[in-house]
C-alpha cells in the first residue's frame, strides 16, 4: 500500500508523508465540512428536499475531489460554490421564477463548456497568462478574504448600517471568546511546532463549544442517508426548446454565462492562490497540471448537476490542510473519503460549530497574506495591479471581482506608462472582457 501510494502521489518529491497528509486531509475537511448543511439550507429554499440535497453535496464534493487528486495530484477539495448556490436559489429561481430542474440544466450546460474548453487549453492558458505579480497579489487577497470570512463566522464582525462592518465586542459574546481562544490555540501550537496544529485546534474549539454550551452534543453518531432520486438526474432542457421565446432561449443563456464566468475566475483564483501557497508553481510561475485540475473541476460541476446540485468549485479553505502540510493528491483523497464517510455520520459533523473552524481560516489568511512579501513595490505597474486584486476580494466579497480589477488596472497603467510589451494577448483580451462585462451587463 506505502508503494502504491509514492507512486500515485510522490510523496517523496513533494517532501512530505502519509501522516502530514491525512493531518491535511482531515483539517480541509473539517474546515470545509460546513458545506455539507449550508448548501442544502440554502438550495432547499428553492423546492429542493433538505435529505437528499445533503447527500448529493457530500457526493458530489467527494467525486470531484476524488478527481482532483487522482487527476492533479493537488491538495484541492472541491464542492458546491457557496455564492454560487445563492445566486440558483434567490437570482434564478426564486427572482427569475425559473424552475430548479432548469437551473439544474443551466449549470450541466456550463460544465460541458467547462470541459470543451479545458480540451482546447483555454482556461490552462488563462491560469498560466497570469503575470507572477498577479498570482501574489490574487493569493494575499485571497488570505484576506477568508480571513475576513473567519472574522464573520467567529462572531468578531457583524452587520452595520452606518459603517457596513464593526466589531460585535466580547461581552456577553461567547462566539467571539471561543475564536480568539481557537486562534491562540493554534497559534501556541504552531510556535511549539506541533504538527496538525490548526486541526487540534479545530477540535479544541469545538470541545470548548460543547463545555460552554454553545454546541450541543450529537443525540447519535450515525444515521442512514436519505434518497438522492427526487433530484437525481432531473435536468430540464425545456428552455432550449426552439418553441419557446428568444427571450426565453436569452434568459437561459444569461444563466449559464453568469455560473459559468464567476466559477471560471473563482476556480483559477483558487488554484492560483492555493498552488502559490504550497510551492506548486514552477520556476516560471506557471502551474503544472493546470490542465488536469481544472478538468477536474468541470467534470465535477457536470456531475454536480445531474446529482442535484449547483456548480461545484475548487474551495479556500483547501489552502488550511495545506496549511499543516499537505501537498499531493494524497490530501485530496483524504477529505473526499471523509465526504463520502459524512453522509452516514452527519450527526457528529453538526457538532462542529463555526466558531471552531473561524480560527482555522483566520491563521490560514495570515499565512496566505505573508505572499504580498513578494511584490516588487519599486514597480507601481506591478504593485499596484496586485494590490487592487488583494482589496477587491474582501471589499466585494468575490474573488471573481478581485481578478477582474486587477487584470484591468494591470493592463491599463502598462498601457499609460509606456510598457505595453509587458501585457501578454490573453491578458489584454481578458482585461477588455472584464471591462465590457462591468460597464453593459
Given at each position: 500500500m506505502?508503494?502504491?501510494i509514492?507512486?500515485?502521489?510522490k510523496?517523496k518529491?513533494?517532501?512530505t508523508d502519509?501522516?502530514?497528509?491525512v493531518?491535511?486531509?482531515?483539517?480541509?475537511f473539517?474546515t470545509m465540512?460546513y458545506?455539507?448543511?449550508i448548501n442544502?439550507?440554502?438550495?432547499?429554499?428553492?423546492g429542493?428536499?433538505?435529505?437528499?440535497?445533503?447527500v448529493?453535496?457530500?457526493l458530489?464534493?467527494?467525486?470531484?475531489?476524488f478527481m482532483?487528486?487522482?487527476?492533479?495530484?493537488?491538495?484541492v477539495a472541491?464542492?458546491?460554490?457557496?455564492?454560487l448556490?445563492?445566486?440558483?436559489?434567490f437570482?434564478?429561481?426564486?427572482?427569475?421564477?425559473v424552475?430548479w430542474q432548469s437551473?439544474l440544466?443551466a449549470?450541466?450546460?456550463?460544465?460541458?463548456?467547462?470541459i470543451?474548453l479545458?480540451f482546447?487549453k483555454?482556461?490552462e492558458?488563462?491560469?498560466n497568462?497570469i503575470p507572477l505579480s498577479?498570482k501574489h497579489?490574487?493569493?494575499?487577497?485571497?488570505g484576506?478574504?477568508?480571513a475576513?470570512i473567519?472574522?464573520q463566522?467567529?462572531g468578531?464582525?457583524?452587520v452595520?448600517d452606518?459603517?457596513?462592518v464593526?466589531?460585535?465586542?466580547?461581552r456577553g459574546?461567547?462566539?467571539?471568546i471561543l475564536?480568539?481562544?481557537?486562534l491562540v490555540?493554534?497559534?501556541t501550537?504552531?510556535?511549539?511546532?506541533v504538527k496538525?496544529?490548526i486541526?487540534?485546534?479545530?477540535?479544541?474549539t469545538?470541545a470548548?463549544?460543547?463545555l460552554?454550551g454553545a454546541?450541543?452534543i450529537?443525540t447519535?453518531?450515525v444515521?442512514?442517508?436519505?434518497s438522492?432520486?427526487?433530484?437525481?438526474?432531473?435536468?430540464d432542457?425545456s428552455?432550449?426548446?426552439f418553441?419557446l421565446?428568444?427571450?426565453?432561449i436569452?434568459?437561459?443563456?444569461?444563466i449559464?454565462?453568469?455560473?459559468f464566468f464567476v466559477d471560471?475566475?473563482?476556480?483559477?483564483?483558487?488554484?492560483?492562490?492555493?498552488?502559490?501557497?504550497?510551492g506548486l508553481?514552477?520556476?516560471?510561475g506557471?502551474?503544472?497540471?493546470a490542465?488536469?485540475a481544472l478538468?477536474?473541476?468541470?467534470?465535477?460541476t457536470t456531475?454536480?448537476?445531474?446529482l442535484?446540485?449547483?456548480?461545484?468549485?475548487s474551495y479556500?479553505?483547501?489552502t488550511?490542510?495545506i496549511?499543516?502540510g499537505?501537498r499531493?493528491?494524497?490530501?485530496s483523497?483524504?477529505t473526499?473519503v471523509l465526504f463520502?464517510l459524512a453522509i452516514?455520520?452527519?450527526?457528529?459533523?453538526?457538532?462542529?460549530?463555526?466558531?471552531a473552524?473561524?480560527p482555522?481560516?483566520i491563521?490560514?489568511g495570515?499565512?496566505m497574506?505573508?505572499?504580498?512579501?513578494?511584490l516588487?513595490?519599486?514597480d507601481w505597474?506591478?504593485?499596484?495591479p496586485?494590490?487592487m486584486a488583494?482589496?477587491a476580494?474582501?471589499f466585494?466579497?468575490?474573488?471573481a471581482?478581485g481578478?477582474?480589477y486587477?487584470?484591468i488596472?494591470y493592463v491599463a497603467?502598462?498601457l499609460t506608462s509606456?510598457?505595453?510589451?509587458?501585457v501578454?494577448p490573453?491578458m489584454?483580451?481578458?482585461a477588455v472582457?472584464f471591462?465590457?462585462?462591468?460597464?453593459?451587463l
Amino acid at each position: 500500500m506505502n508503494d502504491w501510494i509514492e507512486r500515485q502521489f510522490k510523496l517523496k518529491e513533494r517532501r512530505t508523508d502519509i501522516r502530514t497528509e491525512v493531518t491535511a486531509g482531515v483539517t480541509t475537511f473539517m474546515t470545509m465540512a460546513y458545506i455539507i448543511f449550508i448548501n442544502p439550507d440554502i438550495l432547499s429554499k428553492a423546492g429542493m428536499p433538505f435529505g437528499a440535497l445533503m447527500v448529493s453535496t457530500c457526493l458530489a464534493a467527494a467525486i470531484s475531489t476524488f478527481m482532483m487528486a487522482f487527476f492533479a495530484n493537488y491538495p484541492v477539495a472541491l464542492a458546491p460554490g457557496m455564492g454560487l448556490n445563492a445566486f440558483f436559489t434567490f437570482t434564478v429561481v426564486i427572482g427569475m421564477k425559473v424552475p430548479w430542474q432548469s437551473a439544474l440544466t443551466a449549470v450541466f450546460v456550463e460544465g460541458i463548456i467547462f470541459i470543451i474548453l479545458t480540451f482546447t487549453k483555454i482556461r490552462e492558458n488563462v491560469v498560466n497568462g497570469i503575470p507572477l505579480s498577479l498570482k501574489h497579489g490574487i493569493s494575499a487577497g485571497i488570505g484576506l478574504f477568508i480571513a475576513f470570512i473567519g472574522f464573520q463566522n467567529g462572531g468578531f464582525t457583524i452587520v452595520s448600517d452606518a459603517t457596513l462592518v464593526t466589531g460585535a465586542g466580547l461581552r456577553g459574546n461567547i462566539q467571539p471568546i471561543l475564536t480568539l481562544f481557537g486562534l491562540v490555540f493554534i497559534c501556541t501550537l504552531e510556535a511549539l511546532r506541533v504538527k496538525g496544529a490548526i486541526l487540534w485546534g479545530i477540535i479544541a474549539t469545538t470541545a470548548a463549544a460543547v463545555l460552554t454550551g454553545a454546541a450541543k452534543i450529537p443525540t447519535a453518531i450515525v444515521s442512514m442517508p436519505p434518497s438522492i432520486a427526487p433530484i437525481f438526474a432531473k435536468l430540464d432542457f425545456s428552455l432550449l426548446s426552439f418553441d419557446l421565446s428568444g427571450r426565453a432561449i436569452a434568459t437561459f443563456w444569461t444563466i449559464v454565462f453568469t455560473f459559468f464566468f464567476v466559477d471560471f475566475f473563482d476556480t483559477v483564483g483558487t488554484l492560483v492562490g492555493v498552488a502559490n501557497r504550497a510551492g506548486l508553481l514552477d520556476e516560471n510561475g506557471k502551474l503544472p497540471k493546470a490542465r488536469e485540475a481544472l478538468f477536474a473541476d468541470a467534470i465535477g460541476t457536470t456531475v454536480g448537476a445531474v446529482l442535484g446540485v449547483s456548480t461545484v468549485t475548487s474551495y479556500v479553505e483547501s489552502t488550511s490542510g495545506i496549511g499543516v502540510g499537505g501537498r499531493t493528491g494524497l490530501t485530496s483523497l483524504v477529505t473526499g473519503v471523509l465526504f463520502m464517510l459524512a453522509i452516514f455520520f452527519n450527526p457528529l459533523i453538526s457538532v462542529v460549530p463555526a466558531c471552531a473552524t473561524a480560527p482555522a481560516l483566520i491563521f490560514v489568511g495570515i499565512y496566505m497574506i505573508m505572499n504580498i512579501k513578494n511584490l516588487d513595490f519599486s514597480d507601481w505597474t506591478e504593485a499596484l495591479p496586485a494590490v487592487m486584486a488583494i482589496f477587491a476580494m474582501p471589499f466585494t466579497y468575490s474573488i471573481a471581482s478581485g481578478i477582474e480589477y486587477g487584470f484591468i488596472t494591470y493592463v491599463a497603467v502598462k498601457l499609460t506608462s509606456g510598457r505595453a510589451r509587458d501585457v501578454s494577448p490573453i491578458m489584454f483580451a481578458l482585461a477588455v472582457i472584464f471591462l465590457a462585462k462591468e460597464l453593459f451587463l
